[in-house]
Structures are given as structure tokens and as C-alpha cells.
């Protein structure tokens, strides 16, 4: 078994970079397809009514003759309440980002990584905890979105809606077992970060970055690293009623380098530097921007049990004249 040296540069020299756009599969970064003031706007009339169905749970409001038991009703207002709030809080978000990045880039035009995004300047943390609040998130949201349903499936006996409503209930069992899953791998492997040997990277030249590997590395089969540019679109399909608008993600770049093994840590805070050359003519990191275009670097690895696996965001952007 060989192992590897702390001070290892890792460098891709053979495989050429692969700079065809690619559909990725994955969540998008943006979570939704509406922005700033009217996410806000939308978000409004869903907060209203959410409100008022649980004011009516609640008996605060008596008018109307409605079927159902009050706790019911008071699932189905925070549906409405929630989805909501998820809106104008993206929107809100949304507009402060624009505001600041204006701000910074009239004073500081240099410096527009900056504004773009609050980065640590001395490294990159893995996204692995944002993925396991939202897989838990949207689980909760699910069961809570369908409690209606299974009422009337499991408790009125609505044939059609059981059925339907056991489905999704599947859905959501899969979709808790996956976030198990990460949060066994987050168990396993801690919290893992890449350093930066400079700050910020500037496309046409040489990105020097550092994998922590953290805990729970003590041997691999393999590791991947994917330095990778990440295109978000608006995409519209179907017409009419059948109108649909979604965020795609697609890969505009794509380097890669692999270290076979089976290899070992020396220790468990060794850090392996890897250079990538980026391309001269890519494009850079836009973070701030609807919807946002963004570089990463994907970490796999073969390990005994739970593999490894993490993204981590990388600032590249373009060299100021």
C-alpha cells in the first residue's frame, strides 16, 4: 500500500479538459426561478392565505362550512405560509445582494470578487451540512404538503388519493434515508475544507489548492478531483397550460484528475495540493448574478464503508487589467 506525502502536488497533465456543455443533474444553487421584488411579490398573496386558513384553524375566523378537522386546515395554512416565506426570503436576499454588489463594485472596481461573495479568503469549506438541512427540509415539507391527501386517502377511504398519497409517502422514506446517509458520511469524514494558495484565482493561470481531508481518511481505493464550471439557465418548456419554467444546471468545464491506490494518510491533518491550469477564455465566477455561474471542485473517494464525497466553491474570476 502506498502513501501519500503531505507535500504531493497533484498535477493533471494527461487528460484534456473536457469543454463541452453537459446537463447536470444535481439541486441548482438559485432554488428557485424568480428573483429580488417580484419573488417578494409572489411570495405575498401565498403568506396571506396561509394565514387566513390558519386563523380559521384556529376558530379565529368561523365563517364557512368547511369538512375538515381544524388541524387539517392548519396543515395545509402553513404549507401556504411556508412556501411563502420561502420566496420573499429568497427575493429579500436577493435584493440586499444586488444593493451591495452595486455599493462595492462603484467602490471598489478591482475588487468585484468581493461583492460577488462573502468568501473566506484563506479557504473553502464542503457544502455536505447545507445538503443534509435541505434534504431534511424538503422531507418535512413533503409529509407536510400531503397530510391532506393521506386524510383523505387513509382516513376518508379516497381509494385514488391513498394510493397517490402512499406513493409520495415513499418518496419521503427515500429521501430521509438519503439524508442518513450524509449525515453517516458527515459522521464519518467531519467537517472537510480546501485552502487556497492565493486568493482570489484568475482564469489563464495556475489554481493551487490544498485538500484537508480531515478525519475518518485512514486508507482509499481511489480519489477523484473535478475542477468544474458550473452554468445555471432559466429554461422554459411546453406551452400554454402546459407552461413550464425550471433552472438547469449545466457543465461548461470540466478538468479532471485521478489518484489510484489503494494509498493511505500519513496523518489525519495532511493536507494534498492540487494545480489545475485555467482555461484563458472560461467564464468567471458570478455568484451574485440570477442565475449564478460558479466553479467547484469535486472530491471523490473509494474508502472502507461510506465513500467520500464533497464540492467545494472555488473564486475564479477575471485578472483586472
Not at 398573496?45 to 386546515?73: C, E, K
Not at 391527501?149 to 406513493?167: E, T
Not at 432559466?234 to 397550460?241: A, F, M, N, Q
Request: hydrophobic share 45%.
Amino acid at each position: 500500500m502506498t502513501t501519500m506525502p503531505a507535500s504531493q502536488t497533484l498535477h493533471d497533465d494527461v487528460a484534456t479538459p473536457d469543454t463541452r456543455r453537459k446537463r447536470l443533474g444535481g439541486n441548482s444553487r438559485s432554488g428557485t426561478t424568480v428573483y429580488g421584488w417580484p419573488a417578494i411579490l409572489f411570495g405575498l398573496p401565498f403568506i396571506g392565505i396561509g394565514v387566513l386558513i390558519l386563523l380559521r384553524a384556529a376558530n379565529v375566523i368561523t365563517s364557512g362550512d368547511i369538512h375538515a378537522p381544524n388541524w387539517v386546515l392548519g396543515t395545509i395554512g402553513t404549507v401556504f405560509a411556508v412556501v411563502g416565506l420561502l420566496f420573499a426570503f429568497s427575493g429579500g436576499k436577493d435584493v440586499l445582494r444586488q444593493l451591495r454588489l452595486r455599493r462595492w463594485t462603484l467602490q471598489h472596481p478591482q475588487e468585484p470578487w468581493m461583492a460577488d461573495h462573502r468568501w473566506d479568503i484563506t479557504g473553502s469549506s464542503d457544502e455536505l451540512g447545507k445538503n443534509i438541512v435541505r434534504t431534511f427540509f424538503f422531507a418535512a415539507f413533503l409529509a407536510l404538503f400531503l397530510v391532506p391527501f393521506n386524510y383523505i386517502g387513509l382516513v376518508k377511504g379516497d381509494l385514488v388519493f391513498g394510493f397517490v398519497s402512499l406513493a409520495f409517502d415513499a418518496a419521503i422514506l427515500a429521501m430521509l434515508g438519503y439524508g442518513f446517509y450524509l449525515l453517516a458520511r458527515r459522521i464519518k469524514y467531519g467537517r472537510t475544507r480546501i485552502r487556497f494558495a492565493q486568493f482570489p484565482l484568475f482564469l489563464n493561470d495556475v489554481a493551487e489548492v490544498s485538500f484537508v481531508p480531515g478525519r475518518g481518511w485512514s486508507a482509499y481505493d481511489r480519489i477523484t478531483f473535478t475542477l468544474r464550471c458550473v452554468e445555471e439557465v432559466i429554461e422554459t418548456s411546453g406551452h400554454g397550460k402546459n407552461r413550464r419554467t425550471t433552472i438547469s444546471r449545466y457543465q461548461v468545464y470540466a478538468d479532471v484528475f485521478e489518484v489510484s491506490g489503494p494509498g493511505r494518510f500519513d496523518a489525519t491533518d495532511a493536507a494534498l495540493p492540487v494545480t489545475f491550469l485555467l482555461p484563458h477564455d472560461g467564464p468567471c465566477t458570478r455568484l451574485a448574478q440570477s442565475p449564478p455561474t460558479y466553479w467547484e471542485l469535486e472530491v471523490k473517494a473509494a474508502t472502507p464503508g461510506i465513500d467520500f464525497c464533497a464540492t467545494y466553491l472555488l473564486p475564479v474570476y477575471t485578472r483586472p487589467s
